[in-house]
């Protein structure tokens, strides 16, 4: 009995020790982007970096404030993200199979573009009298400045399968943070996408699939007449 209590004690320590070593840098992750990405969120920024081609060039290593952020063949790089406004010293070498070239000079760049909006955390659904309309909310985004709203019917349930493979029909441009409209099937499925956008250029989609208000119920008859 000894044997069989101890081994499970054994057996709790070995999983409790597996769990926590594997869960840790996920917990930690997840904390430390709680804690850094609010920093950056309003005042994130970027640039793009551009430069000419060297004689015998193959590899190109691009170094930002001293320390190296690129190596590849490529003449082009976005840095970011970066905070906006602030100023960073960029260098480059050339490299091929005969070694490796002086630094450039520097070039002292300002980041002076917002980076793209994220897209919305979340589109609420509100309520809607019957006929076929719908109206949607969502919480501003940072860096956006105007936000787009699409929407395609959802297939079989409510349009035909080339409304859905076709472009998504674009319902809104401007700088509200609400929708809404009428006119739809009543009680159909709709996928709408809302994204921000910016000078820079339009962020990542947000998508929720809402059910238009049902069919209104029929008028109130009028009295039976008798002949």
């Known amino acids: 009995m000894k044997n069989n ?15 926590s070593s594997v869960m840790a840098p996920f917990v930690f992750s997840a904390l430390l982007s709680d804690v850094q990405r609010p920093e950056l969120d309003d005042r994130c920024g970027e640039i793009d970096i551009r430069w000419d081609s060297a004689l015998r060039a193959n590899i190109y290593e691009l170094y930002r ?14 840095d970011v993200p ?29 980041v002076n573009r917002p980076c793209p ?11 809607m009298p019957c006929g076929g309309s719908v109206s949607i909310e969502w919480d501003p985004v940072a860096r956006a400045t105007v936000y787009e709203v699409v929407r395609r019917p959802v297939p079989i349930l ?3 399968f080339t409304d859905w493979s076709g472009r998504p029909t674009t319902l809104y441009v401007g700088e509200e943070t609400s929708f809404s409209e009428d006119g739809l099937v009543p009680g159909g499925l709709y996928s709408y996408r809302v994204r921000g ?3 820079t250029d339009m962020g990542s989609w947000y998508r929720k699939f809402v059910r238009a208000s049902e069919i209104c119920p029929p008028e109130r008859p009028d009295p039976p007449r008798g002949e």
């Open 82 to 110: 970066l905070i906006q406004n602030s100023l960073h010293e960029y260098r480059l070498l050339a490299i091929n199979d005969g070694g490796v070239s002086e630094f450039s000079e520097g070039s002292v760049l300002q």
């Open 197 to 199: 956008g910016n000078e």
């Open 117 to 127: 909006p994220e897209a919305p955390e979340d589109i609420d659904v509100q309520e």
């Open 5 to 19: 209590a101890l081994s499970k004690v054994l057996m709790l320590i070995v999983i409790s020790t597996f769990a």
């Open 65 to 78: 404030n001293g320390d190296l952020i690129y190596r590849g063949r490529s003449r082009e790089y976005k």
């Open 158 to 160: 409510t349009g035909a």
